[in-house]
């Protein structure tokens, strides 16, 4: 599991931190402890900065911000990082627990798919936000993480039959981060958009991005843009509507028009990073007024806006 593979991560860092701190700089344990924990941050802060370098060098025209804006962006983007990976997902099932379902009032349940090298974790801003706002909200892990996104499409089909089995629905909504958003995609051309009623994505790469071209795994190679995979996805989406969600200011996908798709409803949120739109009160206000939307499917679905 990820969460297991980022607890071991972490540790082994920490303990190299703490060791080059006691053998090179005769640090007191108390003093290793520290080092060890700032070395956890400050090579978090290298890591959002080098994904800014280069989404400055692929960047797609957009607003200009000023420097105070593009620093908060930043600072933001940094939190969400250390908040995602260092503190949620490694231990994943303290913050998360088991999704609430109840059989389906006049809404659809959502299920959120998640992206790259995240786990279900990365979800639990929003899956509280949605919540509160009355939906109910379901969720995955996919696993292996560094497989060929076509593996995971089963897995997905067995979610989606669970959920409207417990449910009673006859239609979900899914919404997908990053990767997260072409799992759905891939779905929706292997098995159809019977048993969905509307696609929303956020920060995804429809046309690839150049920082895939480092990332390790299947998945990696077929987000570079231009892969095969890629190209094999239909455009527009199968589906009945499909409301993609982005920046313009992206620091993962670049260049940042990669992230809109043809055929779809956009709704940019400028100055918000890639990790940040999982805890961004804008990105939120976003993806509820696009679950909010009226919807009549085949399946007879009629949603009223709260």
Partial sequence: MLAHALRFLLAAEMALYAFVALRYFSATLPGAAL???????????WIVATTYVFA????????????GRALWMGLAEYAAFIVNFVLISPFERLWMGADHLEP???????????????SRG????????????GWQVATINLEPIYTSIDNTLEPLARRIDAVLAETGAAQLI??????????????????????????VTLG?????????????????????????????????VVAPETVVIYSPHDNYVMPQANLRLEGASHRPVDAVGHLAMLFSPRVAGEL??????????????????A
Avoid at 58 to 65: A, C, E, G, V, Y
Avoid at 124 to 130: G, S, V
Wanted: with cysteine; proline share 6%; glycine share 12%.
């Fill in 35 to 45: 080092a060890a924990l700032g070395g956890v941050l400050w090579a978090r802060v």
């Fill in 204 to 236: 995804t790469p429809h046309g690839g991005s150049r920082l895939a071209h480092i990332a390790i795994g299947r998945n990696g190679r077929q987000m570079e843009p231009g892969s095969d995979w890629l190209q094999a996805l239909p455009r527009p």
């Fill in 104 to 118: 389906a009032g006049e809404r659809p349940p959502v299920l959120l798919i998640h992206g790259y090298g995240c």
């Fill in 174 to 199: 899914l919404v997908g981060h990053s990767m997260g958003g072409l799992v759905a995609r891939a779905y929706l051309h292997r098995f159809g958009a019977e048993r969905v009623a509307r696609l």
């Fill in 56 to 67: 400055w060098i692929w960047h797609s025209p957009s607003t200009r911000l000023s420097v």
């Fill in 288 to 305: 509820r007024a696009a679950l909010e939307k009226p919807i009549v499917s085949s399946a007879g679905w009629k949603l009223r806006k």
């Fill in 122 to 133: 990365a979800w639990w801003w929003l899956r509280r936000r949605l919540e509160r706002a």
